[in-house]
């Protein structure tokens, strides 16, 4: 088992201050998922916390709790402005990239960030700034056109492959060109920890929403390590033919996936395997 597979800090932090403020208030609203779960979103709801599409959606001045990886100045305002109480669940990482673009916008740069198109995260960073041009993938990289001075960050959970491969490109396209490692510390332990278990197994098994952009990449990475692999939401999906003769198995888990599936999925695979105990990776 991957030593910090599972919950981020930051995702840990939202989903508890959410069910804190419950707990205190009754009812606390939220713009999206504040996990990509549908069993953690159901069990929110049931304490209080709910899922709403528009900040004219809440009841009698109850409060909103931002999500982990930020919300747009757009909203912020529009929040204030309605002077709704806010609860800010964004995590401090998040907010320093949030601080890093301002600071390329006030060098006069133009600001690139590698990240995922519409990931909310990624519309939160660009709503920083003026005018962000993003990036996804090496291809998108090839397109640009030559500039004098740019500021890159990237989406705090890509992988450093893709991040280097883009960077690559823009070298070649931008005279001054400073760049800002924000990819976040969870996610690169995560990331090395993956890339090291998958080849010191017969088979990976990564759990997570596939709706969990950094779940898709620990697959992704274990995959290109270990043909192996596959990635399950919950328990009943891992299927035994997968694990026939494998003698060691990994596992792993997106920064959004709850301990108790996790728990479950060790579960299974014990079952199926007749395992006593699970190796703890370090
Ligand atoms: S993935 Fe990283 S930046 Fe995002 S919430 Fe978790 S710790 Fe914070």
């Avoid at 006069?108 to 990624?122: K, L, P």
């Avoid at 760049?179 to 197994?201: D, G, H, M, W």
């Avoid at 003698?247 to 079952?271: M, Q, R, W, Y």
Wanted: glycine residues 6%.
């Amino acid at each position: 088992m991957a030593k910090d597979a599972g919950y981020c800090f930051g995702v840990r932090d939202a989903v508890n201050l959410a069910y804190d403020t419950a707990e205190k208030n009754g009812d606390v609203y939220m713009l999206g998922h504040i996990v990509h779960n549908e069993n953690v979103v159901k069990d929110l709801d049931t304490a209080g916390a709910k899922v709403i599409n528009s900040l004219e959606d809440i009841p009698n001045n109850n409060p909103i709790l931002f999500r982990a990886h930020g919300t747009t100045v757009e909203t912020w305002n529009d929040a204030k402005a309605k002077h709704i109480n806010i609860v800010d669940a964004t995590c401090p990482l998040v907010l320093e990239i949030h601080a890093e673009v301002k600071k390329l916008e006030a060098e006069g740069r133009t600001i690139i960030i590698i990240g995922d198109h519409g990931h909310d995260e990624v519309v939160g960073i660009a709503s920083q700034v003026k005018d962000a041009i993003i990036v996804s993938s090496p291809d998108e990289a090839k397109s640009l056109r030559k500039m004098k001075q740019a500021g890159v960050v990237s989406q705090s959970t890509q992988t450093i492959e893709n991040v280097q491969e883009i960077i690559n490109i823009i070298m070649t396209k931008v005279f001054d060109l400073r760049f800002v490692n924000t990819i976040c510390y969870p996610t690169k332990r995560n990331q090395s920890q993956i890339k090291e278990l998958a080849k010191q197994c017969d088979v990976m098994i990564v759990i997570g929403s596939y709706t969990s952009a950094n779940s898709k990449r620990l697959t992704a990475l274990a995959k290109e390590r270990n043909a192996h692999s596959f990635q399950v939401t919950c328990a009943n999906e891992i299927n035994p033919k997968w694990l026939k003769s494998a003698e060691i198995v990994g596992v792993s888990a997106g920064a959004s996936t709850p301990d108790n599936i996790i728990d479950e999925v060790l579960t299974k695979i014990k079952e199926i395997g007749q395992v006593p105990e699970e190796t703890i990776y370090g």
